[in-house]
Each structure stands twice: as C-alpha cells, then as structure tokens.
C-alpha cells in the first residue's frame, strides 16, 4: 500500500523537477558565459535528482492494469496533489503544462485517475457543474 503523504512529497518534487526540465532551454545553456552556465549545470544536476524520486514514486503507484500512468496522467496527478484540493478540470486545462492535452484527453486523464481510487472529485456548494478533485486519504 502507497503511503499518501509520500505520493504528496513525490508529486510535488516530480512537478518541480519536471517543471525545470521542460522550462529549461538546453542551446542556451549551453551558449551562456561560464558562470552563468556553471548555475544551470548546478540547477540541471539537482533537477535529475528530483526527477529520478519522482520516477520512483510513479512506478510504486498502484494500477489495476498493469500498465502504471501515463506521463500525463502523472503529471495531472501531481497538479492535484500540488493544489490541495482546489484542483478542477477547467484548472488543468488552462494551466500552461498541460496546453498540449485537449479537454476530452484531460477528462479521460482525470476519469482513470478516479478509477485507480487514486483521487477522487467532490461537487462545490456554489456550482453543481464544478467538481473539486483532491488525493484520496489513504493514511
């Protein structure tokens, strides 16, 4: 069983680190002065790290198919997690991250993540249509 407090930890540290990844342009890393390229060669080593807890994390998840999560459907994962219960679909689709995945990708995305009991989604008092999605408590 997958402790909840870790898969917070993981979430957020895959987010962040796979944040930086993405966000970083390599040819300009490259092409900086000296000094300028020793910080992202230093920020790039600490992303690896993250990166590479956060792989471990995703791999220890359950999934009744045997297949584990996409990328994307970790990614939402960790934005559910990092959000704390203030997580809809609306706010997936317009964060910036996930500008590549279509509203009916995002909704298929967020359906499995139900499914594998892994969040779960609760009606808002002022909008019947607004479900909030948060982490299920396994602790």
Same mark, same amino acid.
């Given at each position: @069983? ?27 890393? *490259?092409?900086?002065? &000296?000094? &300028?390229? @020793? ?7 600490? +992303?690896?790290?993250?990166?590479? *807890? ?12 045997? &297949? ?9 994962? +960790? ?34 993540? *139900? ?16 479900? @909030? ?7």
């Amino acid at each position: @069983m997958v402790d909840v407090g870790e898969v917070v930890v993981g979430t957020v540290l895959l987010a962040s680190a796979l944040a930086l990844v993405y966000a970083v342009d390599f040819n300009k890393t *490259i092409n900086k002065t &000296k000094g &300028k390229n @020793m910080d992202n060669k230093t920020k790039l080593r600490e +992303c690896w790290g993250q990166f590479l *807890i956060a792989r471990e994390v995703q791999s220890e998840l359950p999934a009744h198919d045997d &297949k584990g999560l996409t990328h994307l459907e970790f990614a939402m994962l +960790c934005h559910i997690a990092h959000q704390d219960g203030n997580a809809n679909i609306t706010s997936i689709v317009r964060h910036p991250y996930f500008a590549v995945a279509s509203l009916s990708t995002v909704k298929r995305a967020v359906s499995r993540l *139900i499914s594998e009991d892994l969040i779960y989604a609760t009606d808002t008092s002022q909008d019947k249509r607004e479900r @909030m999605l948060s982490l299920v408590d396994r602790g």
